[in-house]
């Protein structure tokens, strides 16, 4: 994946369209390990609507950084909807943002537990005017094809809520 060329067109109209209604951005990564927010900075004039991303790669930092209750992890694993939802609730109760991003999933090779196989990944996002909400994806490929499609499904993800105003 490189940054800025494959993802460019993607995040100008995120940028676009935050802009236009004076919104920001936060993200809280897992599995792609800060990748959204690069993408995203590495946009000229991303600080005008990018505000901050966590990257909260082990699950104490999901609990320390974001707030996901140790047992809420325990009760239903870390790449789960009901972690995806906190993760992004956390990372806004975390930033000056009006939009939240968070992703959690298995990239692989390894990590896999039944019925989760590599390529599972819970897209959540919150915003402060609106509901939480998550969405899970199913992605084939090695760990780095993973990785760049999960960083294209937020990227939509977020156009579509910021377009919206809604979840």
């Not at 956390?90 to 939009?99: N, T, V």
């Not at 896999?112 to 939480?132: E, H, I, Y």
Request: aromatic share 4%; with cysteine.
């Amino acid at each position: 994946m490189n940054f800025p060329d494959d993802l460019e067109p993607q995040v100008n109209a995120l940028a676009a369209a935050l802009l236009a209604r004076g919104w920001r951005l936060t993200t809280a990564e897992s599995c792609t390990g800060g990748l959204i927010a690069a993408a995203c900075t590495a946009v000229a004039g991303s600080s005008d609507w990018f505000e901050r991303g966590f990257v909260s790669y082990s699950n104490e930092a999901k609990t320390e950084l974001l707030g996901v209750p140790a047992s809420l992890i325990g009760a239903h694993g870390a790449v789960s909807e009901p972690v995806a939802r906190v993760m992004a609730t956390g990372a806004l109760a975390h930033a000056h943002a009006d939009l939240a991003l968070a992703v959690t999933g298995i990239a692989g090779p390894g990590g896999a537990v039944p019925g989760k196989p590599v390529g599972t990944v819970w897209l959540g996002w919150a915003l402060r005017s609106g509901p939480a909400g998550a969405e899970l994806l199913q992605l084939g490929g090695d760990r780095a094809a993973v990785r760049a499609v999960t960083v294209q499904r937020a990227l939509d993800r977020a156009l579509a809520l910021a377009q919206a105003g809604a979840a």
